[in-house]
């Protein structure tokens, strides 16, 4: 398996009006032209998973942290993705993933690389990324080291276990919009972000309250979403119960959450 051709790595912004919790991702803006085949590649991924699938449609899409290759196994058989670079950072999972590449008959379109984040890429030969199931700072880490190297894309798809607000800051600080979010229900509730390099302020978080965004996520506070009304609803209660102890942290978290409740209304 080795690399394929560099490709032009820009992924076009997005018009502004495909932005939000639905957006959608590909030809004419709509993923008709993957076909039933397309969805049906999609259907053995956890909702985490799947919904990460859903926010990529590159050439080239480079997937961190593979581990059993689900996800870019599921990229190039729907379609999603033409060529899939696979990177790990220890020999076993690495070993996994090579095997599940081997068994479905894609080696001809994954490229397989044992290294730490971007450091295996060459500098911009990629159109997209995905992190998936790390925590929000092992991704921060990622991501400064591969700026560092010039290797980070004109779009990522960020599916962290914890803190995307770290990550919403990490794109409004590095010239990045958060054009799509969801939540998918699993062990917790998982953010799936996904970010495009765009200058400017991201117009995402205009009219809201700016802490109450970066940690609830702008679109799925304008979209009222059913899950983040769970999650609000959940911390809420749990913060209310600290809040007696007098800590400024849990008060200031508290206020935060009162204020996304006050824009989802
Ligand atoms: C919990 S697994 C997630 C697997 C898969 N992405 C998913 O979402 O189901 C995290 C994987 O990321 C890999 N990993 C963590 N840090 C990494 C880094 N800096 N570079 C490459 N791989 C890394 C680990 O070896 C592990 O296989």
Redesign the pocket.
């Known amino acids: 398996m080795t690399d394929g051709p560099t490709t032009d790595p820009a992924s076009p912004p997005p018009p502004v009006g495909k932005t939000g919790t639905d957006a959608h991702f590909g030809e004419a803006g709509t993923d008709a032209h993957l076909g039933e085949a397309g969805t049906d590649a999609l259907a053995g991924l956890?909702e985490?998973?799947r919904a990460?699938a859903e926010l990529v449609q590159a050439d080239r899409h480079a997937?961190?942290?593979?581990?059993?290759a689900?996800?870019p196994l599921a990229l190039l058989r729907s379609g999603r993705a033409r060529h899939a670079v696979i990177?790990?950072?220890?020999g076993?999972?690495?070993a996994v993933a090579r095997t599940a590449v081997q068994q479905a008959g894609l080696q001809d379109r994954a490229t397989l690389h044992l290294?730490?984040?971007?450091?295996p890429l060459g500098p911009q030969d990629l159109h997209s990324v995905?992190?998936?199931?790390?925590g929000a700072r092992?991704m921060l880490?990622?991501l400064g080291?591969g700026r560092a190297g010039g290797r980070v894309p004109g779009a990522l798809v960020l599916?962290p276990?914890d803190d995307p607000g770290l990550l919403r800051g990490w794109a409004q600080e590095h010239g990045y919009w958060l054009v799509t979010e969801r939540l998918a229900r699993g062990f917790w509730r998982y953010p799936v972000l996904r970010l495009e390099r765009h200058a400017g302020p991201d117009p995402a978080y205009a009219d809201l309250p700016a802490d109450a965004a970066r940690r609830y996520g702008p679109h799925l506070l304008r979209a009222r979403d059913a899950l983040l009304q769970q999650e609000l609803s959940t911390q809420l209660t749990r913060l209310e119960a600290l809040a007696r102890h007098g800590r400024p942290q849990v008060l200031h978290d508290l206020n935060v959450v009162r204020a996304a409740l006050a824009v989802i209304g």
């Open positions: 956890d985490r998973l990460a997937d961190i942290g593979s581990d059993h689900a996800l990177v790990e950072k220890t076993g999972p690495l290294g730490d984040g971007l450091a995905s992190l998936t199931g790390m092992t880490g990622i080291r599916q276990n």
